[in-house]
């Protein structure tokens, strides 16, 4: 594959943006294995806290999200 | 002054055969044949990766239409009818099928289709009373409709051949944007100047307030971006792996793998599909709530 420096930069750094990826599903994983703990020492208490578990994810998941969107960006827009 | 333009016109060219390479066929097809653009490859054989041409916007009629996916796609306007205004108009063709065609009859004992609508009806009621209170239910219908059409949205992008409407940021911008701007006016309507108690944390001490209020001020004006790309990139991101793995398909010996591996990700994109929905709703209750609520 031919190119300059300036595209293996660009692919260099849309790799280095997945990187944020996994960080992301650290971030996820710890969300939900927290919810899981808790709900399970007090089952009672789960169902009321679903939609903070969603937003917490959400919030997780959209810094992950912001590395894929440079990534493409890089890629595509770059 | 002709042979100077000449070198201009062979420069571009070359240039933008380079940005094709670039851009379309380092992913992996690297094939000389194969590089004069992202829609003549389709035609060759073997493994050929273009997991982002699903998102590519083209009109419905003509050359270049989405029945001829193989050509280029001709200049598009504010006016032509393309296959994202085939897709939301499908969308809001099943929400009003569901909401207003199916529970036409208001029974006691309802049909099948209006329990289905009476459920999602429940659903995001109970969501809207859980976060915002009962002073919130006044804006239940905006979320309600948000709610509907997302799901409708994405749920239609996910059959086989269709477009993913959700996938792009221009449709969800819309969305996050509007969302930002009518809590924006409904919490300075509501409460005049002391909706700004949102920023100055009373809690806080009183030498930190400032640098919060700085903080807070920045993360209020991110939420319509990461509002919309949380969206459009899940979508995006998830229809992106399934081509991946499609394009595996072409390659004998590990294409059982990758039906099975697109089987998998399929139910894992229904489930995206419906949460990232539910999460654009809730979301929307939970700024909604500042606008009511503003002292922290």
Redesign the interface.
């Known amino acids: ?3 300059d420096i300036a ?1 293996m930069g ?2 260099l750094g849309a790799g280095l943006a997945g990187i944020g990826t996994g960080l992301a599903a650290l971030g996820v994983g710890n969300v939900a294995g927290n919810y899981l703990a808790g709900a399970l020492r007090n089952p009672s208490a789960a169902a009321s806290q679903t ?1 903070t578990l ?2 917490g ?2 919030f997780a ?2 810094l992950g ?2 590395s ?2 440079i990534a ?1 960006l890089l ?2 827009a770059a | 002054m002709a042979s100077h333009t000449a070198t201009e016109t062979t420069e571009a060219v070359t240039h933008g055969a380079d940005g094709a390479v670039m851009s379309a066929d380092a992913v992996g097809a690297g094939d000389a044949a194969v590089a004069h653009g992202a829609d003549a490859a389709h035609d060759a054989g073997g493994l050929v990766f273009h997991p982002l041409d699903q998102f590519i916007v083209r009109p419905i009629f003509g050359d270049g239409g989405i029945f001829h996916p193989s050509m280029p796609v001709p200049p598009i306007h504010w006016y032509t009818p393309t296959n994202v205004t085939l897709w939301l108009a499908l969308a809001v063709l099943c929400v009003v099928l569901l909401f207003v065609v199916g529970s036409r009859g208001r029974a006691t004992i309802p049909s099948r289709v209006q329990s289905v609508g009476e459920l999602f009806y429940g659903f995001t009621h109970k969501m809207v009373e859980d976060v915002c209170g009962k002073e919130g239910l006044k804006y239940f219908p905006y979320v309600m409709t948000l709610f509907v059409f997302i799901l409708f949205a994405n749920f239609l992008g996910l059959i086989p051949m269709s477009f993913a409407t959700t996938s792009h940021i221009a449709v969800t911008a819309v969305l996050g944007f509007g969302v930002f701007f009518g809590v924006t006016i409904l919490g300075f309507v509501l409460n005049g100047p002391s909706f700004l108690k949102l920023f100055w944390m009373s809690e806080a001490p009183l030498f930190l307030r400032p640098i919060i209020a700085i903080i807070e001020l920045i993360s209020y004006f991110v939420r319509p971006v990461s509002h919309s790309v949380r969206l459009a990139g899940n979508i995006t991101a998830g229809h992106a792996v399934m081509k991946v793995f499609a394009a595996f398909a072409g390659l004998a010996i590990v294409s059982p793998l990758s039906v099975v591996a697109i089987t998998a990700i399929y139910g894992l994109e229904v489930l995206v599909a419906g949460i990232q929905a539910y999460v654009f709703a809730i979301l929307t209750c939970v700024y909604l709530k500042d606008a009511l609520h503003p002292a922290h």
């Open positions: 594959m031919e190119g595209s660009q692919f939609a969603f937003i994810l959400a998941e959209a999200i912001f894929f969107l493409l890629m595509f």
